[in-house]
């Protein structure tokens, strides 16, 4: 019997949880071209999220932003203007002044959706179906949304994160063959390598996918993304990122490209769990190839 594509295992290992969004709300706000959203998903959940559209003319190529987590639940989708300890600076302002959109969801547990990761990631794993299944699926019904405006040029909306923000910015890229490029930032390394030297204990829970690894290494999945354009940048002394759990996904990955494919990796000798100035200007440079941003 054929074993099925890696895509639909990902997907049935991440509980099949399928989602549309039903309505969008936007609220008041006072800064021009700023959108503050409401998105009530098709099981009856609501998520803020922010749009921001650039001053020039429509259609707009976009960058589907996902924030990270780094133990701060108050932050969620204003890491977009507020930024974080582990960013150079935000991104909002840098992606607009590319002249693309950008837009943020606030995924569960963080912002005004702040709850406790443990029971919640334990109450849907009992449900078969893990935390990180549900904030895909939650991104993934919010991709479709953003790719489905008018005023967004679909077939160049890129993903984009630090940290947690950067692992589900290569899933979503992974699962959704819409995703037109890549980038990641200080979150690429292979889970089995990770658990053996120790170090996957330094994620919270919300990553834990039960059955993952018979199925796929993290390069693998990255790989998924291939031929599309995928940036990934790192931290030599990151200790989520180690030297061998980091080249066992950087091999993977580099196999499934080919030599000729679209992947570039930002390697910074001197950085930890840090997006340094040089990695931001890589992550500007290679959307504005990627988005095709003059």
Request: charged share 20%; hydrophobic share 45%.
């Amino acid at each position: 019997m054929t074993e099925p594509p890696l895509r639909d295992r990902l997907r049935h290992l991440l509980g099949g949880q399928n989602l549309g969004v039903l309505r969008v709300d936007c609220l008041p706000v006072t800064t021009p071209r700023r959108f503050d959203l409401r998105l009530s998903f098709s099981d009856g959940s609501v998520a803020p999220a922010w749009l921001a559209l650039p001053d020039r003319p429509a259609p707009y190529p976009a960058v589907f932003y996902a924030h990270a987590h780094g133990n701060r639940y108050g932050t969620g989708r204003d890491e977009l203007w507020d930024g974080r300890p582990a960013l150079a600076c935000p991104y909002g302002p840098d992606i607009l002044d590319l002249g693309a959109a950008i837009f943020c969801l606030e995924m569960p547990l963080f912002g005004q959706r702040r709850g406790d990761e443990a029971a919640l990631a334990k109450a849907h794993a009992w449900r078969g179906q893990p935390l990180w299944g549900r904030m895909l699926a939650e991104a993934q019904a919010a991709f479709t949304w953003l790719a489905g405006r008018p005023i967004i040029a679909e077939d160049r909306i890129a993903t984009l994160g630090l940290s947690m923000g950067g692992s589900q910015a290569f899933w979503l890229g992974a699962l959704e063959p819409r995703v037109a490029a890549v980038a990641h930032l200080c979150c690429f390394a292979d889970m089995a390598e990770l658990i053996h030297c120790g170090a996957h204990d330094l994620h919270g829970p919300y990553l834990t996918v039960p059955g993952l690894l018979p199925v796929a290494r993290t390069g693998q999945i990255a790989g998924l993304i291939a031929p599309r354009p995928q940036l990934v940048g790192l931290g030599a002394k990151d200790p989520l990122t180690p030297l061998g759990a980091r080249d066992r996904g950087l091999a993977d990955l580099r196999a499934a490209y080919g030599a000729t494919g679209d992947l570039s990796v930002h390697l910074e000798a001197e950085t930890g769990h840090q997006e340094t100035p040089a990695m931001r200007r890589a992550v500007l440079r290679f959307l504005r190839h990627a988005l095709r941003l003059s």
